[in-house]
């Protein structure tokens, strides 16, 4: 298997930064997730309905005792 981020041959076995070579590549793949330059697309009914943080009516909610 290749390194995500460097493309270097790694061993998995007994790797503690699997599937990453080093912690050093670790580092690197979640600073681009920190700082958005990989994302999660949306999907499109997500992108039309900007709503969808608002819950609906008909929920229930438990009542504080």
Do not use: H
């Amino acid at each position: 298997m290749r390194c995500p981020t460097c493309n270097k041959e790694v061993e998995l076995t007994g790797n503690p930064f699997r599937p990453f070579c080093s912690e050093r590549c670790k580092l690197i793949d979640l600073g681009k997730w920190a700082g958005e330059q990989f994302r999660i697309p949306k999907r499109e009914s997500e992108d039309e309905d900007e709503s969808s943080d608002v819950p609906p009516d008909n929920v229930e909610y438990p009542s504080e005792s």
